[in-house]
């Protein structure tokens, strides 16, 4: 165990979440190597082998939110609901971008989707929602030639619905609408929140 806390390499030390990792109990550990473990023998674009989690040099593309997304996404694949939870929410604590923000909300909105978590689900749509003034420009700029979708606007739309919140929800989707995102099935919806 101590020449385990000794190593400082590996895409963890290229992240600097060594001393995060080292702070975790024996169990979330082991969930770490876990999804780890996944990730290199299930994704063949993913770039590093198994024991690059913890030892060599390593240089990565990756920040500390896409790494951990990209591992509680594997856990949310394999049907490990709790593991992919916590591992997105340590994700979104670590400091990143807006939009790295956005995509790890996304998972975790389909994540309580699958849970029929009523609450999360409103509680991350509208997170979400609140969040895309700041991260709308990268969004645009990487669906430059398609009309983007953002599944949050959607959710939280129905989620004000099924509270009686018509005009809220009304808003909302002429906010999403204005702004040049796609929201399936825009005109039934509309019609359906303007019946009194």
Do not use: C
């Amino acid at each position: 165990m101590i020449n385990f806390l000794r190593k400082k390499g590996g895409i963890l030390g290229a992240l600097g979440l060594t001393d995060w990792f080292s702070s975790l109990g024996r169990d979330r550990k082991r969930k770490v190597r876990y999804a780890f473990s996944l990730k290199v023998t299930k994704d063949l674009s993913f770039p590093y082998k198994a024991g690059d989690l913890e030892k060599g040099k390593i240089t990565t593309l990756y920040t500390k939110r896409t790494f951990l997304g990209t591992l509680a996404q594997t856990l949310l694949l394999e049907g490990d609901y709790k593991g992919a939870e916590w591992l997105y929410l340590e994700a979104i604590k670590m400091e990143g971008t807006p939009y790295e923000e956005h995509l790890i909300l996304n998972d975790l909105l389909l994540l309580y989707q699958k849970l029929k978590d009523f609450k999360k689900m409103e509680e991350i749509s509208k997170r979400d929602v609140e969040l895309f003034s700041e991260y709308k420009e990268e969004l645009f700029n990487r669906y430059k030639n398609t009309q983007p979708q953002v599944n949050s606007f959607s959710v939280y739309i129905y989620m004000l619905e099924r509270k009686g919140k018509k005009e809220e929800a009304l808003k909302v989707l002429d906010y999403a609408l204005s702004e040049g995102l796609y929201v399936p099935f825009a005109n039934d919806i509309r019609k359906r929140l303007m019946v009194k």
